[in-house]
């Protein structure tokens, strides 16, 4: 499903996008080489998707030099606060009258050397990166250690500040589990307010029109016997069903494996 801001712009019916993003749908970032994959810009060179919504639906913004059809999709986080800035904002879309929430300056940043990169990770198999237990990774991780020095590999885990169990999922494995993973993503990089992440990023004013959280759990059954209200999966918000989706994602199957693939 794509997000806009109330739900008015043809084909993008979810009312919950901004104030700041990075794509209006999930598969805007993960798309190749099928949806739950990495960046389309990887394999295909084409990131349209990511570039056109700089002025989709009146919006006025400018990519970023790092944002052309050409490059991979990317997020874009300053050095300086280690935060994600949103390449976009919904000024300027036919449906925020009167938002004035202007882009941060890349162009100086990067001048700066302030602007660090992520392309989006693969979700496949990750239903089963959750359920390994603690005890799996803790015994593997001293395995192979003469090999994994020669090819500069060596870390630490990342644990939760609350159980002190292994977060790992992200680029720095700062997630501990698949709903917390999709509620940050949907936040972060749609600006959709969810229950796990129910404040809005750089909610100015002007620059908020939905109540929030945005995303919320269904407490009434649609699906009685008699309802004609709504077709949304039973009792679940988006997000949890973002999790489902990713959780059930297979792991990739090749017939053949090169030789990166081979040395992991």
């Known amino acids: 499903m794509l ?37 389309p810009g990887l394999a295909s060179k084409q990131n349209s998707a990511q570039a056109a919504l700089a002025t989709r639906y009146g919006a006025i913004n400018t990519a970023p030099s790092f944002i052309t059809a050409n490059d991979p999709v990317r997020e874009a986080r300053f050095v300086t606060d280690g935060g994600v800035h949103g390449l976009f904002t919904i000024q300027g879309r036919a449906d925020t009258t009167g ?3 202007a882009q ?9 050397h302030n602007v660090i990169f992520r392309i989006p990770t693969p979700l496949y198999g990750l239903g089963l990166v959750e359920n390994t237990s603690d005890l799996l990774f803790q015994e593997n991780l001293p395995q192979n250690q003469s090999l994994k020095t020669q090819f ?15 977060t790992r999922f992200g680029w720095k494995a700062q997630n501990k589990s698949q709903i917390i993973f999709a509620g940050e993503a949907y936040n972060v ?13 750089s909610a100015v004013a002007g620059s908020v029109f939905n109540p929030t959280p945005e995303d919320v759990t ?14 949304s999966s039973q009792m679940s918000s988006v997000t949890v069903n973002i999790a489902a989706f990713m959780r ?16 992991g």
């Open 99 to 101: 938002c004035m929430l």
């Open 248 to 263: 059930l994602l297979a792991a990739p199957v090749s017939t053949t494996s090169s030789v990166s693939e081979k040395n």
């Open 218 to 231: 269904p407490v009434i059954n649609l699906f009685v016997t008699g309802s004609t209200t709504g077709t």
């Open 189 to 201: 990089e749609e600006g959709v307010t969810n229950e796990n992440f129910p404040n809005k990023r």
């Open 152 to 166: 500069g590999i060596a870390g630490t885990f990342n644990v939760s500040g609350n159980d002190g169990t292994i």
């Open 3 to 39: 997000n806009s801001v109330s739900g008015t712009e043809p084909g993008a019916l979810g009312p919950e996008l901004g104030p700041t993003f990075n794509g209006n749908g999930c598969a805007v970032c993960h798309e190749q080489p099928a949806v739950g994959s990495s960046s």
């Open 104 to 112: 941060p300056d890349f162009a100086t940043e990067l001048t700066n």
